[in-house]
């Protein structure tokens, strides 16, 4: 078959694909192809606040049709093969796309795999998350409908999309239970990946303080390795040894995470186990393959993904591949723009307070606005991340302009 023919191919119509599409046109590059089969756009970050009864699905969903840049094709399908000798990828569909620079952003996919007995516990309504879009709607009930007993939380160990803010729908669900009087009839237990819940010092501080003040159970450096929903049991390891939680109500237990199989496929993917996208962290460019780049949750960058970190790789991988003549291998890495590592945990301490923390890629503090000091807990952080970003992201993010 022949193969459609684009100059700029971009694999995955999500924050990342849909932004960069947007701001290469606004640079003058107008053969854009945005290949995504999913019908609905999710802006993901208002999943916590539907996990914690402060927003629905209408308010972060839109049509795709709706988010697709003026101008750009959509090609409403899936990847799923890439062939970088030849310069085109393979859709679900049987289509054939040529390009003269490739962009490689579908996300992350749940690793359903590596938590056995978790598809079922989901299926069977004992388990779900805000990071389960289809799941989110289910979880401010079943913790509501909490009055005694043992509840489960966890952070999904990295690479997973802004890990972090799992800690959102706990600690506001526990401000909740706090004012209901049913706290102390809860046995809550958090199980972190690291030893602390954010690696930064300064908004640490501030979790910590929350979860002991909840009364909330850590298991660090731990791991959920089985969950079984018949017996209402989580089996968790860590350098304390294994041990099973029982007697669970309702587990908040987040799935891990890996990048889609086609990638290390076509060997494009460093040599780790999750098979993230082998670039350069800086330049966004692929090591091996100058016409292939990659960003958002999907790219190798040495961070903790977020969509806030988009805002700062949009800019720069845009402009990579202007100056690369359309990106396709033209020019060296020298006359490139260089990302910093720039990454955002928003964290929610209660059900109106919200701390933010920005890092570079050394995990060092890299503030937005010198003042105020954002990972101190705020109403207005709390009311912007809950209200004013949606709008920003439909409106400005979306659409290239931020
Ligand atoms: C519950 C939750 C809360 C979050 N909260 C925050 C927050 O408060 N702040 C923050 O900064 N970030 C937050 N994030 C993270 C943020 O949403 C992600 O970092 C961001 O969405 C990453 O964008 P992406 O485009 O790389 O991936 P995605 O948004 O996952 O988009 C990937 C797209 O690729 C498509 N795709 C997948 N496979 C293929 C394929 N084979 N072919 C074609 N298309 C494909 C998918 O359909 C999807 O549309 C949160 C995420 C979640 C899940």
Same mark, same amino acid.
């Given at each position: ?61 839109? =049509? ?22 030849? $310069? ?93 009087? *049913? ?27 929350? !979860? ?7 298991? /660090? ?20 040894? =294994? ?14 995470? @890996? ?19 082998? *670039? ?17 949750? *999907?790219?190798? !960058? ?13 800019? *720069? ?15 060296? #890495?020298? #006359? ?13 301490? #209660?059900?109106? /307070? ?11 503090? $890299? ?5 105020? #000091?954002?990972? @101190?807990?705020? /109403? ?23």
């Amino acid at each position: 078959m022949t193969a459609q023919q684009h100059d700029v191919v971009v694999v995955g119509g999500g924050n990342a694909g849909i932004s960069l599409a947007a701001r290469l046109q606004r640079l003058g590059v107008d053969d854009v192809a945005v290949v995504d089969a999913r019908t609905t756009h999710h802006y993901r970050p208002l999943l916590s606040y539907v996990g914690a009864g402060q927003a629905t699905m209408a308010d972060l969903e839109r =049509p795709q049709r709706d988010v697709i840049p003026d101008g750009c094709t959509w090609v409403e399908d899936r990847v799923v093969a890439v062939d970088p000798d030849a $310069s085109v990828v393979r859709t679900r569909g049987g289509r054939t796309l040529g390009y003269r620079t490739l962009v490689l952003c579908p996300g992350l996919l749940e690793d359903w795999d590596a938590t056995p007995g978790l598809v079922d516990a989901y299926a069977d309504g004992w388990a779900a998350s805000t990071f389960v879009a289809d799941s989110a709607p289910r979880v401010w009930p079943a913790l509501t409908a909490l009055r005694s007993g043992s509840v489960v939380f966890t952070m999904p160990p990295e690479p997973a999309p802004c890990g972090a803010t799992a800690l959102k729908p706990l600690l506001m669900a526990c401000e909740h239970w706090q004012r209901t009087g *049913v706290l102390g009839d809860l046995t809550v237990h958090l199980v972190l990946p690291a030893a602390s819940a954010l690696g930064v010092p300064a908004g640490d501080e501030q979790v910590e303080w929350a !979860l002991a003040a909840y009364g909330v159970q850590v298991l /660090r450096e731990a791991q959920v390795e089985a969950v079984d929903h018949a017996a209402r049991s989580v089996s968790v390891v860590s350098p304390a040894g =294994p041990r099973t939680l029982e007697d669970v109500a309702f587990a908040h237990v987040v799935p891990h995470y @890996r990048a889609p199989a086609w990638i290390a496929e076509a060997g494009l993917a460093t040599a780790s186990s999750a098979g993230l996208v082998d *670039v350069d962290p800086e330049t966004l460019r692929h090591r091996r393959h100058p016409a292939i780049w990659s960003l958002g949750d *999907v790219a190798d !960058l040495g961070i903790r993904p977020s969509g806030g970190a988009l805002r700062k790789q949009v800019d *720069v991988l845009a402009d990579n591949i202007v100056a690369t003549a359309g990106g396709a291998g033209a020019g060296t #890495d020298d #006359d490139l723009r260089r990302y910093d590592g720039y990454t955002v945990m928003p964290i929610t301490v #209660d059900r109106r /307070r919200l701390l933010l923390v920005e890092v570079d890629r050394a995990g060092q503090p $890299s503030p937005s606005a010198p003042f105020p #000091d954002l990972t @101190r807990p705020r /109403r207005l952080t709390w009311a912007f991340d809950r209200y004013g970003l949606v709008q920003v992201y439909y409106r400005r993010i979306l659409r290239g302009k931020v």
